[in-house]
């Protein structure tokens, strides 16, 4: 049975870092994409980023690129390091897996809260 556990959420200024853990379990993940996503009150769950265990290549949604950095460990967890934080970060932050076109694991979430 596949575990997604994030952590790491909190309270920050803007323009303050984060750094989010998904610690993963429950099968070999080396032919899985990771991802990060958010929900923000009101609004649907939009994509973050995600990086592709095998090789670490990654992909970042435009309106974090430069800010937001996606990366794993080799003891299967997955970091998303966040800088410069603005308000409109704010939300609910949910770590992914997925072997083909679709997300078919989901963490239970981190909050994420930044203040202006």
């Known amino acids: 049975q596949v575990q997604l556990v994030e952590s790491g959420g909190g309270l920050v200024q803007t323009g303050g870092s984060l750094r989010l853990s998904c610690a993963a379990s429950g099968r070999t993940f080396s032919s899985y994409i990771m991802g990060w996503f958010r929900q923000a009150p009101g609004k649907e769950r939009e994509f973050v980023a995600e990086i592709r265990w095998s090789d670490r290549s990654t992909y970042y949604a435009d309106s974090v690129k430069g800010r937001f950095t996606i990366s794993r460990d080799n003891a299967n967890t997955v970091y998303l390091q966040m800088n410069s934080l603005k308000p409109e970060d704010t939300a609910v932050y949910y770590c992914?897996?997925?072997?083909?076109?679709?997300?078919?694991?989901w963490g239970q979430g981190t909050q994420v809260t930044v203040s202006s």
């Open positions: 992914g897996a997925r072997s083909g076109g679709r997300y078919d694991y």
